[in-house]
């Protein structure tokens, strides 16, 4: 496959990056002088310390704080308009997102709505969304990431789920890049195994994905690369000892790598397929629902020579220096899953059953049918459905 030489970045995020970064978040430019800090609904960022360091912090730099904690793991409407009173009631200025992928996009839900008119979906440009430009700019964001498996740090847009529809779509606008992202790997040492599986998986494959899709070109296949490297290298590692100082930062690395892969080209339809799944089954995290289906998806597009050639260079990248078959990804991609424990995952454990894959593969085209434009092959319904059900256990 010949590589695009052209393409166009705009980063305009401030990346602070590496252990112990958190504790120089006092001497960056602030974009305000009253945060709303967005937490998730559970325990660790406070039980870990990290919720009190930030808070001084940013009292050091002459911040007023103001907290809200109801970012659940897939971010809902529901949500985003709760977060959006706690901003607006509190006179919040700028926002902190101090967590994982979860946590940044509901903050990026709730700096559109805390100065906007209407509703999120007015906003979202796919499915049943009305794609309305956001007229007044959002609250500025800081990243404070936690996790090392979005990219949300590195991004511009937020995933949100629309639950009475069972929509799990974007809002995405050039405005909701962070102004400054902290990407401290110490905070990710305490994250448990499984958990640290998942979320490698995901930033492995927003890589995997921009490696292989129609916009790859010569920018995001350097950051793929190198990001693709790195998880094979240090993933294993960090999911067998979390404290792995090296192997976190490694990680976390990658992670932020792969961010800049998704401001570079467009993802492909896995993710579609993903979004699905976890629309219809939100206690499904991300980065697991990935891992279920990853097989079965790129197997389909090995057998049916999407790009022979990639797929050869990708089983290079996971460590199988002398592949030369395009299937040798495949295995290389579940070597990497049984290294990190994760090999074994199953749909039923999610209560998810066969007879919802039609309508899985309904939502996925119907509400981010955008993704299917980087699949090198096309992917019909029936494709789709037979994908789901050879990941099926």
């Known amino acids: 496959m010949k590589t695009n030489p052209n393409y166009f970045h705009y980063l305009p995020t401030r990346i602070l990056f590496g252990e112990g970064s958190l504790n120089e978040l006092h001497a960056q430019p602030m974009p305000g002088r009253k945060a709303l800090i967005v937490l998730s609904n559970g325990r660790s960022t406070r039980d870990n310390g990290y919720l009190a360091r930030t808070e001084e912090q940013l009292h050091r730099a002459g911040v007023e704080t103001a907290l809200f904690d109801g970012a659940t793991p897939n971010p809902t409407v529901a949500d985003v308009e709760a977060g959006t009173a706690a901003a607006r009631g509190c006179g919040a200025d700028f926002l902190v997102a101090l967590g994982g992928g979860s946590v940044m996009d509901c903050a990026k839900g709730i700096a559109v709505l805390a100065t906007n008119e209407g509703t999120l979906w007015d906003y979202v440009a796919v499915g049943s969304g009305k794609g309305r430009p956001i007229v007044r700019r959002p609250l500025p964001i800081v990243a404070v990431t936690t996790t090392a498996g979005t990219g949300s740090e590195a991004d511009a847009g937020g995933v949100i789920t629309k639950e009475d529809t069972h929509e799990k779509a974007f809002v995405q606008d050039p405005s909701l890049f962070p102004v400054l992202s902290i990407v401290d790997s110490e905070l990710m040492r305490t994250v448990p195994p499984r958990l640290t599986a998942f979320q ?8 995997v994905e921009g490696f292989v899709s129609t916009g790859a070109n010569l920018a995001s296949d350097m950051y793929a690369r190198e990001a693709i490297r790195n998880i094979a290298e240090y993933l294993p590692r960090a999911v067998r000892q979390g404290d792995d100082r090296e192997a976190r930062t490694r990680v976390a690395f990658a992670n932020t790598l792969s961010g800049f892969v998704m401001t570079l080209t467009r993802l492909t339809s896995e993710h ?43 089983a290079r990248l996971l460590g199988m220096a002398e592949a030369s078959r395009p299937e040798a990804f495949v295995e290389a991609l579940d070597r990497l899953l049984k290294a990190c424990g994760a090999a074994d995952l199953k749909m039923s454990d999610y209560g998810i059953t066969p007879d919802e894959f039609p309508t899985f593969a309904r939502n996925a085209r119907e509400v981010m049918g955008v993704l299917f434009e980087g699949d090198r092959l096309p992917l019909s319904e029936e494709a789709i459905v037979g994908i789901y059900a050879e990941s099926y256990r």
């Open 200 to 207: 490698g998986f995901d930033a492995l494959l927003h890589s």
């Open 272 to 314: 579609a397929l993903e979004h699905a799944l976890s629309a219809y089954h939100p206690e499904l995290p991300h980065g697991a629902g990935l891992i279920l289906i990853c097989r079965a998806y790129f197997d389909y597009f090995v057998r049916n020579h999407g790009c022979d050639d990639r797929f050869v260079e990708l």
